[in-house]
């Protein structure tokens, strides 16, 4: 596909540029599957979305879900465009994002979302995770891909990367409530955060 020359491109400068600032420490790239997925990780900085794709590395052309006003953005909105990433508007029921989610995975490729919604520095303020993410996975049938990232990350410093085993959100024969979904968006941020080498077992 024309983007995905695009994107190697864009990949490399990024990855050359972001290089000089901030060394990776990417862990458990051997679970990454095949095919579509939903990557769901934690979000406290700007430079999150490309740490993600280094993580999963260049030649998997990952379509992030971007807040709408980043589209609006002169010169950005236009390499969003040409990279094929996905525009939401978190004010509205957004049925356009989820079906471009949805033909993205059906197409199988990935698709990467940051559930907190926005960059959270502080997890004591008990931030929500949107239930957009699991949504998406189940009508799609893809695994959810788990990844976790140090909230503060110190330029010059090594920084963990850490890509946790996918797993599939599971049928069940009655329509779910929105209770339902939030208590799996629950789950899912609690797997993200299960990564965290710091974290208490």
């Known amino acids: 596909m024309k983007s995905d020359g695009v994107y190697k491109r864009w990949y490399r400068v990024a990855r050359f540029v972001i290089g000089i600032f901030y060394r990776l420490d990417i862990q458990g790239q051997e679970n990454i599957p095949d095919g579509a997925a939903m990557v769901c990780a ?18 998997r052309h990952v379509r992030f879900i971007a807040k709408i006003s980043l589209f609006k953005v002169p010169i950005l909105a236009g390499i969003l465009k040409r990279l094929e990433m996905i525009s939401v508007d978190r004010n509205t ?10 033909r993205v995975l059906k197409s199988g490729e990935k698709v990467a979302i940051f559930p907190e919604g926005r960059r959270v520095g502080d997890v004591s303020k008990g931030v929500k995770a949107n239930p957009g993410a699991v949504k998406i996975a189940e009508r799609a049938d893809v695994p959810v891909i788990p990844v976790f990232m140090p909230r503060r990350k110190p330029l010059f410093r090594k920084i963990p990367i850490i890509i946790g085993e996918p797993y599939c959100i599971e049928k069940q024969p009655e329509k779910r409530t929105a209770e339902d979904y939030r208590e799996l968006a629950d789950s899912m941020m609690d ?11």
């Open 93 to 102: 029921n957004d049925v356009s994002t989820i079906k471009s989610a949805l």
């Open 42 to 59: 934690n979000h406290s900085s700007r430079v999150d979305p490309f740490l993600i794709a280094f993580a999963l590395g260049i030649n």
């Open 191 to 201: 797997k993200i955060n299960s990564l965290d080498p710091e974290a208490d077992i």
